[in-house]
């Protein structure tokens, strides 16, 4: 019942920086969490950043870009932003954008976004 539409992936040099969106669409009656994983080839998937509490906005970032990544939302628009700066390779990934939403007909539901790629020359 709810879509993620992520958007700003791209190719972009070392110490680059790229801004990631995502929107959850469909009948939201509360979003619990939001946020972004990121998977490279052959590697498991990574919470990178998450509003862990989308309305009370309590941020979790992975260690690595603690500094360099700064998630933001808009409650209006349930939408999440990923502003990403000194980008490094080690950062190439396809970022995924992830909500756990609760439903008044179902409850609780985790969904997935379509994956965008980001990757990060030299």
């Known amino acids: 019942q709810v879509q993620l539409v992520e958007s700003g992936g791209g190719l972009v040099q070392t110490g680059g920086s790229l801004t990631l969106s995502c929107e959850a669409l469909?009948?939201?009656?509360?979003?619990?969490?939001m946020g972004w994983y990121r998977q490279a080839p052959g590697k498991l998937r990574d919470m990178v950043a998450l509003?862990?509490?989308?309305?009370?906005?309590?941020?979790k970032y992975e260690d690595s870009v603690k500094g360099r990544f700064t998630i933001s939302r808009d409650l209006t628009k349930n939408t999440v932003y990923l502003q990403m700066t000194s980008l490094i390779p080690e950062d190439t990934a396809v970022y995924y954008c992830y909500a756990n939403v609760f439903e008044f007909s179902t409850g609780s539901q985790t969904y997935w976004g379509q994956g965008t790629q980001v990757t990060v020359s030299s």
């Open positions: 509003f862990s509490n989308y309305l009370d906005a309590d941020r």
């Open positions: 469909g009948y939201i009656y509360k979003i619990e969490s």
